[in-house]
């Protein structure tokens, strides 16, 4: 792997370099071996750098929780899972480092995936919606709001719309056949683009009469950085970060399809980055 192939040299990017070679690669990864890397590739650097890129190491592991997929001491990094174990969370960090734009069937597997995550989050249901899919967006929402028991206007919905900005909806009901529930509009960002993520279209306060507020989030491979946090959060509202889904996955019930599926597509692209 050269640093020449990264969209960027950002702290957060160097980070996922450490994490994806300990992790994917079975590496043991020190401060010194960045430094030489990054003298390899002809970049510029201080050593405050990479001081900075050890500490967003360490607060991710914090991030991560118990069974975090690498430890760090004295600013040397080493796996404590196997990728293989949670291909999911692979996925993603393959996501933040080489971009998910020419991944079609990859984006598709992290809906999925990112799916199964909301659904251990609310403790409810969930589905995905919009394109591609067998049926158009007015009669997925005609289907799911009668199904949740809200109002709905599918009226103003074009033939061609695809998902004005939702890839999974979301929702805790009482299953008393009433509405008045929390519904939640998710859209998903694969990829180390997700900031360029369009919002989700007010279309939807007119597709479902709902009563209750909408909770609009965004789900991305990403880690979000520290000091954007708060600004994500007001743009994207709630915001599940690669960090919240390997939490989630680990509990969730994965379906056996999609994990399968998810590996496959892993023993596909991670050897051609780490050389096997």
């Not at 690498?70 to 999911?88: D, G, N």
């Not at 950085?225 to 680990?250: M, N, P, V």
Request: proline share 3%.
């Amino acid at each position: 792997m050269i640093f020449s192939d990264f969209h960027d040299d950002s702290v957060s990017s160097l980070a996922h370099w450490v994490e994806f070679n300990a992790v994917c690669g079975k590496q043991i990864v020190s401060s010194s071996t960045l430094a030489n890397q990054l003298e390899r590739a002809d970049f510029r650097y201080e050593e405050s750098r990479i001081e900075s890129v050890f500490w967003e190491l360490e607060r991710r592991v914090a991030l991560y929780g118990e069974n975090a997929p690498f430890t760090i001491q004295e600013q040397v990094v080493e796996p404590s899972i196997t990728w293989s174990e949670f291909p999911e969370y692979a996925m993603c960090l393959y996501f933040s480092l080489f971009g998910a734009s020419k991944q079609p069937v990859g984006t598709k597997l992290f809906e999925q995936t990112s799916n199964e995550a909301v659904r251990e989050y609310i403790y409810g249901e969930s589905r995905i919606i919009g394109f591609p899919a067998a049926q158009s967006l007015a009669n997925q929402i005609k289907e799911l709001a009668e199904y949740i028991h809200e109002q709905y206007d599918i009226t103003e919905i074009g033939r061609n719309e695809k998902d004005s900005g939702v890839d999974i909806i979301a929702w805790k009901s009482f299953n008393d056949s009433r509405s008045s529930q929390t519904i939640f509009l998710l859209q998903c960002a694969a990829g180390y683009d997700w900031r360029d993520k369009k919002q989700i279209t007010d279309s939807w306060n007119y597709y479902i009469k709902r009563l209750v507020p909408f909770t609009k989030g965004l789900i991305t491979s990403d880690i979000v950085a520290a000091s954007e946090w708060g600004k994500q959060c007001r743009t994207f509202h709630l915001i599940f970060d690669r960090a919240r889904l390997y939490r989630l996955w680990q509990k969730a019930t994965i379906n056996d399809a999609v994990r399968s599926s998810v590996l496959e597509w892993c023993n596909t692209f991670i050897p051609q980055q780490i050389g096997e």
